[in-house]
């Protein structure tokens, strides 16, 4: 493990405790995670050490939700293990791409993904409020497979942070489920998508596997208390949740690329 001051340690720690708070309740929580590993590591560490230890800690977090929810929440499990294979292939191939990829580009096309997360929601304001309405069709099970398995697990191992918000949003269009029916959903797919991209990233050795594990554990509790609150909330609380984690990074974001 690179040398990594104490002080940066414990705050690597409490942002892991946070992303897995936002992870759970409105999914993309590596938009918070992602940003600080790539502060907190020396300089001149390669960006796919960053995205492969983010990987590591996330899938920590991921599965404790994805517990969580399959236990309280009407999650469909059979579909989003369908829609998990498929984004665990896509992921695995995204990571192959990832290994390139720089700083410098990665901070820029997050902010462009954030501020198309944003306006998506603010421009549907009734987006996820229904309940979900029934069974979903084998027509409607596919378009998930396709966008949310094989598209979104493919962007996840190349670059992956906004993915588990992008689960949320996708499946709750292509299913018609409500918000927190569709991130219970989403943390079983997340749980594959971080499978394939954290087996790419491992295999090409860009795992910080010490730092890893102590940061898992702040992101499982986080994860854990985030599911929990999502499913005595409601949906109208993980829209607010969504937009202010949104609009927050996106200023941190742009603070980092041209102010500071």
């Known amino acids: 493990m690179p040398d990594i001051p104490l002080a940066m340690i414990a705050l690597l720690c409490l942002a892991a405790l946070a992303a897995g708070w936002i992870d759970a309740v409105v999914g993309g929580g590596g938009l918070l995670l992602l940003p600080v590993l790539l502060l907190g590591l020396p300089a001149g560490t390669p960006a796919a050490f960053a995205l492969g230890t983010n990987k590591a800690v996330a899938i920590v977090g991921t ?8 236990r309280r929440a009407p999650v469909e499990v059979r579909t989003a293990v369908r829609i998990g294979l498929a984004a665990l292939a896509g992921s695995s191939a995204g990571a192959f791409f990832a290994a390139g990829m720089s700083t410098e580009v990665l901070k820029p096309l997050i902010m462009v993904v954030l501020l198309l997360v944003a306006a998506f929601v603010i421009l549907r304001p009734a987006f996820g409020t229904a309940p979900a309405t029934g ?17 979104i697990g493919f962007y996840d191992g190349l670059i992956g942070p906004g993915t588990g918000t992008f689960l949320v949003l996708t499946l709750t269009a292509t299913l018609h489920l409500d918000l927190v029916t569709a991130s219970a959903t989403a943390k079983i797919v997340n749980c594959c998508t971080n499978a394939g991209a954290l087996a790419t990233f491992a295999w090409q050795g860009s795992v910080l596997w010490q730092l890893a594990a102590l940061m898992a554990l702040f ?29 927050a990074l996106v200023g941190n974001l742009a603070w980092q690329q041209w102010v500071a």
Do not use: H
């Not at 599965?63 to 399959?70: E, K, L, M, P, R």
């Not at 609150?229 to 202010?244: C, E, I, M």
């Open 135 to 151: 069974p979903a069709t084998r027509r409607q099970v596919l378009a998930a497979i396709g966008l949310a398995g094989l598209g």
């Open 219 to 247: 992101n499982l509790a986080g994860g854990t208390l985030g599911a929990r609150t999502a499913l005595k909330k409601g949906s109208g609380f993980v829209r607010v949740v969504l937009l202010t984690v949104v609009f």
């Open 63 to 70: 599965s404790g939700a994805a517990v969580t929810y399959a």
